[in-house]
C-alpha cells in the first residue's frame, strides 16, 4: 500500500519560514520524481516544486529564491524549505510521487500553511 505522508505545516508571520516533510512508503522512492502542490481556497491545485530521479530541480517563478526542495533517498523523504513567506502562500501543500513516463502517480493528504500576521 502506497502512502505519502505530509507533515510540518503550521501558522506562520509574513516573513517567515517553515519546512515541510513528506515521508513515502510502499514505493521504490528513488524511483520515483517527487513534486510538492499547493491549493488555496477557491484555487486549483498547482505545482509548486518539483525534484526528479536525479535531483534536478524546478520551480514556479513566484517561489523561486525563497523555496528548496530536497529528497532524501535513504529515508524516503522529500521536503520543501520554505522562507520569506508571503500571505499569497497560504494553501494546503500536497506531496506527489510520479513515475515519468507513465500515468503512474500518488498524493499525499495535504498539510496547511497559513501566512498571517
Known amino acids: 500500500q502506497v502512502q505519502l505522508v505530509e507533515s510540518g505545516g503550521a501558522l506562520v508571520q509574513p516573513g517567515g519560514s517553515v519546512r515541510l516533510s513528506c515521508a513515502a512508503s510502499?514505493?521504490?522512492?528513488?524511483?520515483?520524481?517527487m513534486a510538492w502542490y499547493r491549493q488555496a481556497p477557491g484555487n486549483q491545485r498547482a505545482l509548486v516544486a518539483a525534484i526528479d530521479r536525479g535531483g534536478n530541480t524546478a520551480y514556479i517563478r513566484s517561489v523561486k529564491g525563497r523555496f528548496n526542495i530536497s529528497r532524501d533517498n535513504a529515508k524516503n523523504t522529500v521536503d520543501l524549505q520554505m522562507n520569506s513567506l508571503k500571505p499569497e502562500d497560504t494553501a494546503i501543500y500536497y506531496c506527489k510521487a510520479y513515475l515519468a513516463l507513465t500515468n503512474q502517480y500518488y498524493w499525499g493528504q495535504g498539510t496547511q500553511v497559513t501566512v498571517s500576521s
Open positions: 510502499g514505493i521504490i522512492f528513488s524511483n520515483y520524481g
